[in-house]
Each structure stands twice: as structure tokens, then as C-alpha cells.
T-cell receptor
Framework: NAGVMQNPRHLVRRRGQEARLRCSPM?????VYWYRQLPEEGLKFMVY????????ESGMPKERFSAEFPKEGPSILRIQQVVRGDSAAYFC???????????????FGPGTRLTVT | GENVEQHPSTLSVQEGDSAVIKCTYS??????FPWYKQELGKRPQLIID?????GEKKDQRIAVTLNKTAKHFSLHITETQPEDSAVYFC???????????FGKGTMLLVSP
């Protein structure tokens, strides 16, 4: 059973470009969370999605950031017109279905390290 | 919203010693408290968690205690080994598809 997959692992963008980060949850998981980690900081929640639905986007900036989790394919976090302050590691996590005993456990992917030059 | 404070920010111990990391949380509705270990450049890995219906949970050299009245929980690592060196994060949430609020992390260094 493959773990949470993220790609790309490293992404370099110039200011003003768009960044697209992809996350494939663990097999059987239908809930995805995105977190951002700045250097020497903890992880900050951004958005929580299930298939075709945004459940909670309270941690995501209103401007330039969007996320989706389509019926088919990975979840995508999109950052438009990137700025230097967007440089960070972006992690996604997934969790098992609600009817399982471990539905509250979140398993993380390897992260995408975004560098804006 | 929930706020999680974590102490200390760095902790240095000798191999074989015990290490204790403490966290406090603000939202009394939180009832799930996981701990993650993150090695440099790697993903956070869930190492142990506790739910509010228990006060202590142990897994080999790792234990977590929870005091709901005082709203704090702690990670205890006994017989530390150099491979325990990493950043440890505590977190809090409500069970059932809820977002995690993380502490800022503790960098644990175990010297041989």
C-alpha cells in the first residue's frame, strides 16, 4: 500500500509565475489536508478537502491560492502569481474513512519544497 | 481557534537519558493529540497519539500523558538513542476529520 504521494518534490518558480502542487492520498483515503511549513516553524493548516468538496479553507489566503480534489486524479494546490514569501515546504496529509477506528489519523506525504526566485 | 504551545524548542540529552517534551492547548473541545517526528528534509511521521478518554499511552520507549483538566500533554522518550534525534511536533484536534493545530516543534539532539 503506497503512502501519500506528492509531486514535484522540488519546484522553482520566478515571481509572478504559477505553482501547481499535486497530492495523491493513500489508497482508500478520501480526505486530504494541505499544510505549509516555513523554515524552523511548525506546520500550518491551509485547506481540507474531500472528493469534489472543500470542507474547510479557513487557513488558506483568499488571494492567489486555490485547491481542488476532483473525482478522478490527485488533489491540486495552486498558487498564482507567486511571491518570495510563498517559498516554503507544502505537505499534504490524508486520513482513512470515517467508519474506521483510525479515521482521525493523518498520514503525511514527502512534501513539495517551493522556492520562488 | 485552537492554540498549541510547545516546550522546549531545543533539547539536548546524552544517549540513554530520558527526554520529555510538553505541550499545552487552549480549546477544551480538542480530544485528539498526536505526536509527529520529522527528520531533516523528510515527512512528519506519526509516532504516537492519545485520545481524551485515556490519560496515558505507551509504545515501547515512547509514552504520552494527557491532563485534560490542565489542558496539557507530554511526550516521554526513555533510553534515548542517536536515531531519536529529530524535530518533534505535538498537535491537537477534534476527532473525526478535523484539522490539526501544531506546536512549533522541539529539536531533540541525542549525543552518543
Amino acid at each position: 500500500n503506497a503512502g501519500v504521494m506528492q509531486n514535484p518534490r522540488h519546484l522553482v518558480r520566478r515571481r509572478g509565475q504559477e505553482a501547481r502542487l499535486r497530492c495523491s492520498p493513500m489508497k482508500g483515503h478520501s480526505h486530504v489536508y494541505w499544510y505549509r511549513q516555513l523554515p524552523e516553524e511548525g506546520l500550518k493548516f491551509m485547506v481540507y478537502l474531500q472528493k469534489e468538496n472543500i470542507i474547510d479553507e479557513s487557513g488558506m489566503p483568499k488571494e492567489r491560492f486555490s485547491a481542488e480534489f476532483p473525482k478522478e486524479g490527485p488533489s491540486i494546490l495552486r498558487i498564482q502569481q507567486v511571491v518570495r514569501g510563498d517559498s516554503a515546504a507544502y505537505f499534504c496529509a490524508s486520513s482513512p474513512p470515517i467508519w474506521t477506528a483510525s479515521s482521525y489519523e493523518q498520514y503525511f506525504g514527502p512534501g513539495t519544497r517551493l522556492t520562488v526566485t | 481557534g485552537e492554540n498549541v504551545e510547545q516546550h522546549p524548542s531545543t533539547l539536548s540529552v546524552q544517549e540513554g537519558d530520558s527526554a520529555v517534551i510538553k505541550c499545552t492547548y487552549s480549546d477544551s473541545a480538542s480530544n485528539y493529540f498526536p505526536w509527529y517526528k520529522q527528520e531533516l528534509g523528510k515527512r512528519p511521521q506519526l509516532i504516537i497519539d492519545i485520545r481524551s478518554n485515556v490519560g496515558e499511552k505507551k509504545d515501547q520507549r515512547i509514552a504520552v500523558t494527557l491532563n485534560k483538566t490542565a489542558k496539557h500533554f507530554s511526550l516521554h522518550i526513555t533510553e534515548t538513542q542517536p536515531e531519536d534525534s529529530a524535530v518533534y511536533f505535538c498537535a491537537a484536534s477534534m476527532e473525526g476529520y478535523s484539522t490539526l493545530t501544531f506546536g512549533k516543534g522541539t529539536m531533540l539532539l541525542v549525543s552518543p
